[in-house]
């Protein structure tokens, strides 16, 4: 665990987050975001998750049903 803690290996994928979250202009966390297209702020009931992963599962099974339809 010292090891990932005082190395760099994932330094590469942090920097990246840290600069999609300036790009965002997150100013608070936690901070989640989910599909790249909807985010939740803060701390909230397990309700607002829920209703956010609904959303994103429904969306996916109807791009999925478009492609294979098509």
């Not at 701390?43 to 339809?69: C, G, I, T, Y």
Request: hydrophobic letters at 40%; aromatic letters at 8%.
């Amino acid at each position: 665990m010292g090891e990932l803690l005082s190395g760099n290996r994932y330094g590469d994928g942090v920097r990246a987050d840290e600069a999609l979250a300036r790009q965002m202009k997150v100013t608070s966390v936690p901070f989640f975001i989910f599909d790249n297209k909807y985010a939740v702020s803060g701390a909230q009931p397990v309700d607002v998750f829920s209703d956010v992963l609904m959303k994103v599962e429904q969306e996916a099974q109807r791009l999925s049903r478009l492609r294979d339809d098509s």
